[in-house]
């Protein structure tokens, strides 16, 4: 019986659908034919970046009814759909308390609803059980095995590969999935220069630190209560980083007649927030439109796209279009299509709709609130902020379907395969790819992707409690000051600029993936073996690594390989939102590039020789949604 060898470099969600899309088509295999899968990750299978063991204060920022590791009508979901994370955490006996979940067998405690957003930690252990099922459910001729270590390099050597792991173990292998998640970058000039303050100043001042990322959270315990934090970031990073210096500190909420309190424990740091821009993440609206309900586009539609890369190549014999020119408009009237559509409570006949002024006005407020703008002072832009902070959250408890604002906002999460069909593989000029993915993407993170309403409600109580404040405004930059051995946030105001002082700077934000920066010795090894290599548009480079439509790294040679495959964070830039998790009842794009590429390692095991998928076989493109 013929042996073959795989490879799956991680054991995130990625990984984990790399798998069951193996159990799903196990049939394939050759009635002669074996296949050993070994899989390398250093933490538990399948949990990737959520761990089952971080504190339960840190939660989804999507609904857990909206989450599921299964296809539609799967071998791994019993021939059905399996269970949601909603449906798992519920039928494993966990019940809410308070806003915290525990497993318990009296029935006590509060059912768990499809609105709840529920803790990481239970993700974690939701998705090592459907690893565990998955395993269960394979053939006896498919088998598994995991190495708690990482991977070093993969060396091409004739027609097999030689897998070098961090444990010394050295081993061969006849195909390679590349599924390890996210990545971490080399210290910038900005990390090393911190760093570099701290190291010089911290004789002086004993409080003083810095954080070139806030993950593992547990590495903040080291902040003094007595220290004043700057937090760079506003959005789900920032969030996690105030929820673990209060809440993981011993602070707790309290419901009042008067609104939510916070109750100190004394433990926590000043926290002081600031960006580049300094707004707020939009809060997720009230989810209205059921499990699998999204808005119906009429104008930004993947059609559409391909119907302006058509247009622009019979005009300019090139198909790439401007994002800024062509696409933005689109995307602007079909927010302007849902705002009348939730304003009017009515479906709004397409066929004669154009955009009132008003409404593009309205739009344009939504992802541009600072254009025109300037502010006096400090003070004046914090009645700014908190004009649309709160007008926000109201709209935020309306819900996605009775707020005009979040029924436009919802749009940029409703029509993001229209968005994928004209972003990926070059599909824009390189100048326009720079601006959405520099400019654009940062705005639709701010306003569609923000964090629970819950946790903009704890902000509110956070401020009034004297735990938390701004620290800056727009334009707001830092630097270490000599004379104060601290961190100094510097806003430029008409009246004049300001200054706050932090004893510690957290860099809140999580680093996007690329070969040129990524600080693994992996990466290193596989660019130096020319096995990959940075993926370009033009002159610009997005992220990510290169591949073909088939998910194959393309190397130094210009080829794509025949037997390795990339799926996820390491193809974004060619690829575009990887990260999304499966939705229930929906086909979802990480479903369907796993798919894609397991089809190609059945097919090349069946012919001994590479071979594409069948399209007939994949999972098709259009329509595929996932959570955010």
Known sequence: MTLTNVTLVGMGPRGLSVLERILEHARRLPADARLHIDVIDAGECGQGSHPSRQPDHLLINTVASQITMFAPVSVAGGGSNGPSLVEWASASGYRRFGQRYFRVEDGSGAAITEFDHLPRSLLGEYLAWVYDRVVRLLPERITVAHHRTRVLDVEERESRFQVRLENGYTYPTDYVFLVTGHGRRKPTDDDLRNSAFVKQHVARNPKLGFFASPYPVAGLSSISAQASVAVQGFGLTAHDVISELTLGRGGRYMQTQNGLRYEPSGKEPHILLFSRNCLPFAARGVNQKGLTGKHQAQFFTPAAVRALAEATKSARSDPRVDFRVDVLPLIIKEMAYAYRSAALQKTVDPATFEATPGEQQAIEAILWPLKGRS?????????????????????????????????????????????????????????????????????????????????????????????????????????????????????????????????????????????????????????????????????????????????????????????????????????????ALPRPQIASRQTADAERCVLQLFDAIDSRRPAAASPDDTIPAADLQETA
Request: hydrophobic residues 40%; aromatic residues 10%; without cysteine.
């Open 375 to 579: 502010f006096v002072s400090a003070q004046a832009f914090q009645r700014f902020f908190d004009e649309q902070f709160n007008d926000d959250l109201a709209h935020a408890f309306k819900g996605n379907l009775a707020s005009p604002v979040k029924a436009a906002t919802d749009v940029l999460r409703d029509t993001r395969e229209a968005l994928r069909t004209a972003v990926e593989f070059g599909g824009l000029t390189p100048g326009s790819h720079r601006f959405f993915v520099e400019e654009f993407n940062a705005i639709t993170n701010r306003v569609a992707f923000g964090p629970p309403k819950q946790r903009n409600v704890e902000f509110l109580a956070l401020r009034a409690a004297g735990v938390l404040d701004l620290a800056g405004g727009p334009g707001a930059s830092v630097s270490g000051d000599p004379q104060s051995s601290q961190f100094r946030i510097d806003t430029p105001y008409t009246e004049g600029a300001t200054q706050r002082f932090a004893d510690v700077l957290i860099a809140a934000r999580l680093d996007s993936y690329s070969p040129l920066t990524d600080d693994s010795v992996l990466t290193a090894n596989l660019r130096r073996r020319g096995l990959i290599r940075p993926y370009r548009n033009g002159d610009y480079h997005p992220g990510g690594i290169d591949i073909d439509t088939q998910s194959r790294p393309i190397g130094r040679s210009g080829r794509p390989h025949p037997r390795l495959w990339a799926i996820g964070f390491l193809v974004e830039g060619a690829h575009f939102y990887t990260h």
